[in-house]
């Protein structure tokens, strides 16, 4: 699977971005979804997932009702709506893919994911 994100970008705090993630290789719709962030000096932390099989999607609670993860299958590419966004949110936001039928804590973990794609810079000033 190779996945390819784009979307980052300056935006001011309170304002809005949709990042993308565009797979090629194997449908979406077969595989579990992950977006990650690392800032600077910082661990790359889980931001939201989707499970392929539920289509179930999970939060961090950091993000949890400001940020929608969705997929679009006939483009076979997921989504990372951000709202209300911070200046803690400015980090290198990355996708992820993985296989398998995992349980919900397994989503959380960058260490289980099998394909990443490059990062794509949010910067929120205030």
């Known amino acids: 699977v190779q996945l390819q994100a784009s979307g980052g970008g300056l935006v001011q705090a309170g304002g809005s971005l949709r990042l993308s993630c565009a797979a090629s290789?194997?449908?979406?719709?077969?595989?579990?979804m992950g977006w990650f962030r690392q800032a600077p000096g910082k661990e790359r932390e889980f931001v939201a997932g989707?499970?392929?099989?539920?289509?179930?999607?999970h939060y961090a609670r950091s993000v949890n009702g400001r940020f929608t993860i969705s997929r679009d299958d006939a483009k076979n590419t997921v989504y990372l709506q951000m709202s209300s966004l911070k200046p803690e949110n400015t980090a290198n936001y990355y996708c992820?893919?993985?296989?398998?039928?995992?349980?919900?804590?397994?989503?959380?973990?960058?260490?289980?994911?099998?394909?990443w794609g490059q990062g794509t810079q949010v910067t929120v000033s205030s």
């Open positions: 992820a893919a993985m296989l398998g039928n995992p349980v919900l804590s397994t989503l959380w973990r960058s260490m289980n994911y099998d394909y």
């Open positions: 290789g194997r449908p979406i719709t077969s595989v579990n």
């Open positions: 989707m499970r392929w099989q539920a289509r179930s999607t």
